[in-house]
């Protein structure tokens, strides 16, 4: 074959890859609006219950999202993104359990400032607290009586090294405030343990409004606490346990798991605080999220998607199956009721 000859080839090889890539690209686009039509069309202006049965409430996410709304949940092995209910209640972060609600969010200005606003399941304000950093975490206990919230100080992630959160828990009826848990006791190995370096993140109530779990970062290592609010007392229970949420039963705990020292990499597992049995679950994707329960047998977590979206799926909680998309463009997910 002559140089001319060659370089003729070669440029209709070029074309070709170009005009294949020109496809493949706008094919893509295509698909991502049509998807996201399809989304506008199913989501419409509401009000959102938080004390109405048989409903997911979580916040869109995505272009336009931080709305917190809520659909119908699945009906068996479909997914639950049917119509959406969507409130305009602003949230980076939404929970709610027994008709209240506790949303973080953001008020940007010169300075950003970031607030706790308890809401009723009508998502009315009834109580707003500045918080001193940005939103990461958020819950309530099962009987709507206990809040808790964790953020980030000076713009730190889990992601990091040498990161900084504040752990508050507010008693909704008494009106009493814990601003930061660092200042209960810390029972380590049967030892009381006053470190420097303490972290607490990723509250979950049990039904008794006192007793609860979180995850403690100290000398390099986390660990799963068990906390009594009215002792004002915690003590670590396991080694390399994050976000926990407690199982509606009260026996199981759904975590995340860091994989790799040194890493951003975790696997969701279950632990059962009973027999200390532990489950890797089916998820094999890095999950940076609390997770939440769907019902007592399937747990559900919100899973990234590019670069500006995630996506809520859910998995069993036994270790079988797989992984499936409860919904498109979602975060914070809650059952309510």
């Known amino acids: 074959?002559?140089?001319?000859?060659?370089?003729?080839?070669?440029?209709?090889?070029?074309?070709l890859l170009a005009v294949a890539a020109w496809v493949y690209t706008a094919n893509a686009a295509k698909r991502v609006r049509q998807e996201t039509t399809a989304?506008?069309?199913?989501?419409?202006?509401?009000?959102?219950?938080?004390?109405?049965?048989?409903?997911?409430?979580?916040?869109?996410?995505?272009?336009?999202?931080?709305?917190?709304?809520?659909?119908?949940?699945?009906s068996g092995p479909v997914p639950a993104d049917?119509?959406?209910?969507?409130?305009?209640?602003e949230c980076v972060?939404?929970?709610?359990?027994?008709?209240?609600?506790?949303?973080l969010t953001a008020v940007r200005s010169a300075v950003a400032r970031f607030y706790?606003?308890?809401?009723?399941?009508?998502?009315?304000e009834t109580r707003r607290i500045e918080l001193p950093g940005a939103p990461s975490r958020a819950r309530v206990s099962p009987t709507g009586r206990m809040v808790s919230w964790t953020v980030f100080v000076n713009g730190d992630s889990y992601a990091g090294l040498g990161f900084s959160t504040r752990t508050g828990v507010l008693d909704t009826r008494t009106g009493a405030l814990v601003e930061n848990l660092e200042a209960f006791t810390l029972v380590m190995k049967g030892k009381v343990h006053r470190p420097?370096?303490?972290?607490?993140?990723?509250?979950?109530?049990?039904?008794?409004?006192?007793?609860?779990?979180?995850?403690?970062?100290?000398?390099?290592?986390?660990?799963?606490?068990?906390g009594d609010f009215a002792r004002r007392r915690m003590e670590t229970v396991r080694?390399?346990?994050?976000?926990?949420?407690?199982?509606?039963?009260?026996?199981?705990?759904?975590?995340?798991?860091?994989?790799?020292?040194?890493?951003?990499?975790?696997?969701?597992?279950?632990?059962?605080?009973?027999?200390?049995?532990?489950?890797?679950?089916?998820e094999?994707?890095?999950?940076?999220?609390?997770?939440?329960?769907?019902?007592?047998?399937?747990?559900?977590?919100?899973?990234?998607?590019?670069?500006?979206?995630?996506d809520v799926y859910t998995v069993p909680a036994d270790g079988s199956g797989t992984p499936r998309p409860l919904l498109r463009d979602a975060r914070s997910p809650a059952v309510a009721g």
């Open 93 to 103: 972060r939404f929970y709610t359990a027994a008709g209240s609600g506790v949303c």
């Open 1 to 15: 074959m002559s140089t001319r000859t060659r370089l003729v080839a070669l440029a209709a090889a070029t074309v």
């Open 39 to 74: 989304a506008a069309a199913s989501s419409r202006p509401g009000r959102v219950d938080l004390d109405g049965p048989g409903r997911l409430v979580f916040v869109t996410a995505g272009a336009g999202g931080g709305k917190v709304a809520s659909t119908g949940l699945p």
């Open 116 to 124: 706790a606003v308890m809401v009723d399941a009508r998502l009315r």
């Open 82 to 89: 049917g119509p959406r209910e969507v409130s305009g209640l």
């Open 196 to 226: 420097a370096d303490l972290n607490y993140w990723g509250v979950t109530f049990d039904h008794d409004d006192n007793r609860f779990y979180a995850t403690v970062s100290t000398g390099g290592s986390t660990y799963l606490v068990r």
């Open 239 to 282: 080694e390399n346990v994050e976000c926990p949420s407690l199982s509606p039963d009260g026996t199981r705990v759904v975590y995340k798991k860091r994989v790799a020292d040194g890493t951003a990499i975790w696997r969701l597992h279950v632990l059962d605080l009973r027999s200390g049995r532990d489950v890797e679950l089916a």
């Open 284 to 310: 094999t994707a890095s999950v940076d999220d609390q997770a939440a329960w769907l019902d007592d047998h399937d747990v559900m977590y919100a899973r990234v998607r590019g670069e500006n979206t995630t």
